[in-house]
């Protein structure tokens, strides 16, 4: 007689190990993974306590008034993280800032507010320009070339002003600045929509794929026939004109801006993009997560001029900020996650040879 198959058996536990984990590790392993993600937690824990450490820092005027300053910070950050990507680091943000700002209560006594902007816009071009191509086609590291270039723009702040500013910007700019739409501020709605376009100019384009691959290793996307000057010096010039528009922003809210009103802007600027989880060694980054590093850095320093701490303390505070972000970088985060493909323990009924129709049949008898 023919042998036959035994009936098939229900799969046993230990062949889906993804089945048997619990559900707060299936949970979890759905959860945003790596460093990008782990500032949106760190914010969502701030606003928490913030009632508790500065009662009313979540009330509607205070979150009006710390929105506008979030948004130019976070429209300032993400130049310095398309800079950051290409393994750099920008220190003329204050001149960029300044001189912008400058321009901005200069100008348009004399072309109007249009005309003005344009004129800032193709300085910050000119601005990008020159540094872009000192790293380049120089090869001077970007951290001279940029201290070198910020010397230079705070030089021409102080020689346009004559020393000291005083005009005020456009009632136009002002008024738009302050002004709100559906009770949201224009400069953070501005902020949104600038995060947005970056956001899918990176993740869902050519460039964008490109831009991350001269980041990641500039000698490899060179071999791969990516012009990766052109992307460097692109990163450079798109940055000073996230400055510039910052700066902008800036003298409109406030209406009069100072000589030096970009030099509180440096250390915040590197500092969210650390907390935003890009990597200084380039590649990879993410506008979102820097957006929202300056909104958590803005609300920081709300809660913590609330409990009256000095200004000394906010520069304490986000030194260390950058230097817990430059070491969490290294964090191997996918490790800390379950996956579904890891390797079991064996068990004992992993002993058991598999059993064969031959074995099933007739014994022989002995």
């Known amino acids: ?12 536990d230990h062949a889906s190990p993804a089945s048997r984990r619990p559900v707060a590790g299936r949970v979890a392993s759905r959860l945003p993974a790596g460093p990008f993600s782990a500032i949106w937690i760190a914010t969502l824990v701030l606003f928490a306590v913030s009632p508790l450490l500065a009662p009313g820092s979540l009330g509607s005027s205070a979150l009006l008034s710390m929105l506008p300053f979030a948004a130019i910070l976070a429209i300032a950050a993400i130049g310095q993280t398309l800079v950051v990507q290409q393994r750099g680091l920008d220190l003329s943000v ?38 872009g191509l000192a790293v380049t086609r120089l090869g001077i590291t970007p951290l001279v070339a940029t201290l070198g270039v910020n010397a230079l723009l705070l030089g ?7 020393g000291s500013i005083t005009s005020t910007a456009p ?10 739409s559906l009770g949201i501020p224009h400069t953070a709605l501005l902020a949104v929509l600038l995060v947005a376009v970056v956001s899918v100019l990176m993740r869902a384009t050519v460039w964008g794929r490109r831009f991350e691959a001269v980041g990641a290793n500039p000698r490899s996307a060179r071999a ?14 798109a940055a000073t004109l996230c400055y510039a528009a910052a700066g902008v922003l800036l003298a409109g809210f406030i209406s009069a801006p100072s000589l030096f009103s970009g030099d509180t802007y440096l250390l915040p600027t590197i500092a969210a993009v650390v907390l935003g989880g890009t990597s200084l060694a380039g590649g990879r980054g993410s506008v979102v997560a820097t957006a929202m590093g300056a ?12 409990m009256g701490a000095t200004t000394a303390v906010q520069f304490v505070i986000q ?15 996918a490790a800390l996650r379950p996956r579904g493909g890891e390797a079991r ?22």
């Open 224 to 237: 791969a026939g990516i012009a990766v000057a052109r992307y460097q010096l692109g990163a450079y010039v």
């Open 319 to 333: 030194g260390v900020i950058v230097a817990l972000g430059m070491g969490l970088r290294n964090v191997r985060w």
């Open 156 to 162: 021409t702040v102080i020689k346009v002003t004559g």
């Open 94 to 131: 204050p001149g960029s800032i300044a001189l912008a700002g400058a321009l901005t209560t200069k100008l348009p006594e004399t072309m109007g507010l249009f005309p003005a902007l344009l004129v800032i816009a193709g300085a910050a071009i000119a601005t990008g320009l020159i540094v």
């Open 1 to 12: 007689m023919e042998p036959t198959s035994p009936p098939a058996s229900p799969v046993p």
């Open 171 to 180: 009632k136009a700019l002002t008024s738009f600045a302050e002004g709100r």
């Open 345 to 366: 323990r064996p068990t004992a009924a992993d002993a058991v040879p598999p059993t064969t129709s031959a074995q099933v049949g007739p014994s022989s008898g002995t």
């Open 295 to 306: 909104l958590f850095l803005t609300q920081l320093e709300q809660v913590v001029l609330a």
